[in-house]
C-alpha cells in the first residue's frame, strides 16, 4: 500500500469484555486522509468502549490498533497525542477555573513537552499561537473570560479549541454536540466542518443525533452487540433494513 493510501487511523478485530460481558466483539475500521467517519448504534452496542480502545483509554485484549500505520494498540493517550491523534470528550473537560486563553496555552504547553505550571508559565508561553487558535474557532473575544463563565455551547469550542492546541493529524470527537440546542448544534458542526476542510483534517465521531451524523458524516459504521453491523455511506446506513431493526423500527 502506498503511503498517499495508508489510513491514518485502524482498528484490526480489536476486542475487549468485562467480566462475562463482550462489548467489544472483534471490530475493525480503518480511517482514511480526508473522511469524517460517525459510529453509531443503539445503547449498548459497544461505541464508546470502542471510541476508548481507539485513544488508549482502554487496551484491548486482542487485536491490534494503528495510528499512521505505527501500533499503538498498548499505548497510552498522552504518546497517541503526540504522534498526532486529537481527541474531546462527551462531556466538557475545560479548566473551569482558568481563562479561555490559558486553557489553550496549557494543551500548546502541554503538546510542546512544556512542563506543566499554568499559574506561572501559561500566561507568557505560546500567547501568540493560542489566539490564533481561539481566532480560528471563534473565540478570540472571550479569550480573558473564565472557561467556567462561558455557555455550554461555548465550552464545548474551547474543548475543540484545546484539541487543535496538540496539533492533531487526526481528530476523535465523543458525541461534540452533546447537550446543545439545535443552534447550537449547527454552528458547532459547521465549524468542525471548516476547521476539517481547512486543515485536511480527517475526523471520526460518535453522535446520537441521526440528523447530525447524516447531515455531516462522509461514512456511517453502526455497531450492534460489539461487532460492525454495516460500514457504508450514510444514504446506504440509511436505507438498510438491519439499521432500522437495531433502532427498533425508528425512521432514521
Same mark, same amino acid.
Given at each position: 500500500?502506498?503511503?498517499?493510501?495508508?489510513?491514518?487511523?485502524?482498528?484490526?478485530?480489536?476486542?475487549?469484555?468485562?467480566?462475562?460481558?463482550?462489548?467489544?466483539?472483534? =471490530?475493525?475500521?480503518?480511517?482514511?486522509?480526508? /473522511? !469524517?467517519?460517525? !459510529?453509531? #448504534?443503539?445503547?449498548?452496542?459497544?461505541?464508546?468502549?470502542?471510541?476508548?480502545?481507539?485513544?488508549?483509554?482502554?487496551?484491548?485484549?486482542?487485536? *491490534?490498533?494503528?495510528?499512521?500505520? *505505527?501500533?499503538?494498540?498498548?499505548?497510552?493517550?498522552?504518546?497517541?497525542?503526540?504522534?498526532?491523534? #486529537?481527541? @474531546?470528550?462527551?462531556?466538557?473537560?475545560?479548566?473551569? @477555573?482558568?481563562?479561555?486563553?490559558?486553557?489553550?496555552?496549557?494543551?500548546?504547553?502541554?503538546?510542546?513537552?512544556?512542563?506543566?505550571?499554568?499559574?506561572?508559565? %501559561?500566561?507568557?508561553?505560546?500567547?501568540?499561537?493560542?489566539?490564533?487558535?481561539?481566532?480560528?474557532?471563534?473565540?478570540?473575544?472571550?479569550?480573558?473570560?473564565?472557561?467556567?463563565?462561558?455557555?455550554?455551547?461555548?465550552? &464545548?469550542?474551547? /474543548?475543540? %479549541?484545546?484539541?487543535?492546541?496538540?496539533?492533531? &493529524?487526526?481528530?476523535?470527537?465523543? *458525541?461534540?454536540?452533546?447537550?446543545?440546542?439545535? /443552534?447550537?448544534? &449547527?454552528?458547532?458542526?459547521?465549524? $468542525?466542518? @471548516? $476547521?476539517?476542510?481547512?486543515?485536511?483534517?480527517?475526523?471520526?465521531?460518535?453522535?446520537?443525533?441521526?440528523?447530525?451524523?447524516?447531515?455531516?458524516?462522509?461514512?456511517?459504521?453502526?455497531? %450492534?452487540?460489539?461487532?460492525?453491523?454495516?460500514?457504508?455511506?450514510?444514504?446506504?446506513?440509511?436505507? +438498510?433494513?438491519? =439499521?432500522?431493526?437495531?433502532?427498533?423500527?425508528? +425512521?432514521?
Amino acid at each position: 500500500m502506498t503511503a498517499s493510501l495508508q489510513p491514518v487511523l485502524s482498528a484490526s478485530n480489536v476486542s475487549k469484555s468485562f467480566g462475562d460481558f463482550t462489548a467489544v466483539g472483534g =471490530v475493525s475500521l480503518e480511517v482514511n486522509p480526508g /473522511e !469524517i467517519v460517525a !459510529i453509531i #448504534g443503539p445503547n449498548g452496542a459497544g461505541k464508546s468502549t470502542f471510541f476508548d480502545l481507539l485513544t488508549g483509554r482502554k487496551i484491548p485484549d486482542g487485536g *491490534e490498533v494503528r495510528l499512521f500505520g *505505527e501500533p499503538v494498540t498498548c499505548m497510552p493517550p498522552w504518546q497517541r497525542v503526540k504522534r498526532g491523534l #486529537g481527541r @474531546s470528550f462527551q462531556v466538557s473537560s475545560v479548566f473551569r @477555573s482558568s481563562t479561555v486563553l490559558e486553557n489553550v496555552q496549557i494543551g500548546l504547553m502541554l503538546a510542546q513537552g512544556h512542563s506543566w505550571n499554568m499559574f506561572k508559565r %501559561a500566561s507568557v508561553l505560546l500567547k501568540a499561537e493560542a489566539e490564533s487558535i481561539l481566532d480560528k474557532v471563534g473565540l478570540g473575544a472571550k479569550r480573558h473570560v473564565y472557561a467556567g463563565d462561558l455557555s455550554y455551547g461555548d465550552q &464545548r469550542t474551547l /474543548e475543540l %479549541a484545546v484539541a487543535l492546541s496538540t496539533k492533531p &493529524r487526526v481528530l476523535l470527537l465523543d *458525541e461534540p454536540t452533546a447537550g446543545m440546542g439545535r /443552534e447550537e448544534s &449547527r454552528e458547532c458542526l459547521g465549524l $468542525i466542518r @471548516s $476547521i476539517a476542510a481547512s486543515e485536511q483534517l480527517p475526523i471520526v465521531f460518535v453522535e446520537h443525533d441521526m440528523d447530525i451524523v447524516f447531515s455531516f458524516a462522509t461514512r456511517v459504521v453502526v455497531l %450492534a452487540a460489539g461487532k460492525v453491523l454495516i460500514d457504508a455511506p450514510p444514504q446506504a446506513v440509511r436505507a +438498510d433494513s438491519r =439499521v432500522k431493526e437495531v433502532y427498533f423500527g425508528e +425512521d432514521i
